[in-house]
């Protein structure tokens, strides 16, 4: 069975909606994180209050920020369906193995971070990003080295 594959130049299409979408979703985040703002000091509490940041607060708040979110998430499996230039039969085998070992890596991870506490909470977001960047990693070093 062949599965329809996106042209070669939606990589870029999905790249540039993956960047986007990160930068303005995760704009906020990575300031407070760059100024390391201390839980215990005050612009803390005034920042617990008033928890827009600049970007949230240029883009529409809170639940457009989340949409840029999934924008990035939809940019990055756009750009994982898209042909490379040379498709053929190998590149489909190793899209195959790819996937089969990213699968068998996320779950395994998963699971131990269950084991380790059940009262850990992880969302979802976490696992699928986890799972779109050990894909994408595992296919370029498949196609890069044969293994």
């Given amino acids: 069975m062949k599965i329809q594959i996106l042209p070669n130049w939606f990589k870029k ?11 303005i979703g995760g704009g906020d985040d990575f300031m407070r994180g760059w100024n390391s703002v201390d839980c215990n000091s005050q612009t803390s509490e005034i920042n617990s209050q008033n928890n827009y940041g600049l970007i949230t607060i240029f883009v529409g708040g809170k639940n457009t920020t989340h949409i ?18 040379v498709e053929d039969d190998y590149i489909n085998k190793l899209r195959l193995e790819s996937f089969q070992l990213t699968s068998i890596i996320t779950l395994l991870i998963a699971i131990f971070l269950f084991a380790i506490s059940k009262k850990s909470n992880f969302p979802l977001d976490y696992f699928i990003t986890l799972f779109f960047w050990f894909y994408l990693v595992t296919f370029y070093i498949k196609k890069r080295i044969d293994l």
Wanted: charged letters at 10%; a positive charge.
């Fill in 13 to 23: 299409v999905g790249l540039i909606l993956f960047i986007v979408g990160s930068i």
């Fill in 68 to 85: 840029f979110y999934v924008l990035s998430f939809i940019g990055m499996l756009i750009y994982m369906l898209a042909k490379e230039k």
